[in-house]
């Protein structure tokens, strides 16, 4: 069984940064688009930022200029990076990939465990 392990939220106060990491638990054979997504209490599920495997990203108006995703196609993994945050931000983070697990399968969507990231002073 694969899964997307998420590592890097916690408290910060606000104008600081963070970095999220998501990577495969297990060796896969390709994994194709990755993103971020979070969900404020009592908010939909919205999508953060997003990453093609060449590198073309997409960001929610609320975060461009302050977050930039990025992956290391080597090691599998999807990076969001979280500068000037704000308590808006505030939010359970989840990493969002699709993954095909051998070569003669097809891609499938993972979703991580959530990590949570607080903005407070």
């Known amino acids: 069984q694969v899964r997307l392990v998420e590592s890097g939220g916690g408290l910060v106060q606000p104008g600081g940064s963070m970095r999220l990491s998501c990577a495969a638990s297990?060796?896969?054979?390709?994994?194709?688009?990755m993103a971020w997504y979070r969900q404020a209490p009592g908010q939909q599920r919205e999508l953060v930022a997003s990453?093609?495997?060449?590198?073309?990203?997409h960001y929610a108006d609320s975060v461009k200029g302050r977050f930039s995703i990025s992956r290391d196609n080597a090691r599998k993994t999807a990076y969001l990076q979280m500068n000037g945050l704000k308590p808006e931000d505030t939010a359970v983070y989840y990493c969002?990939?699709?993954?095909?697990?051998?070569?003669?399968?097809?891609?499938?969507?993972?979703w991580g465990q959530g990590t949570q990231v607080t903005v407070s002073s």
């Open positions: 969002y990939a699709g993954i095909r697990i051998e070569a003669g399968s097809g891609y499938r969507d993972y």
């Open positions: 297990r060796s896969i054979f390709a994994i194709g688009p």
């Open positions: 990453i093609t495997t060449i590198g073309t990203t």
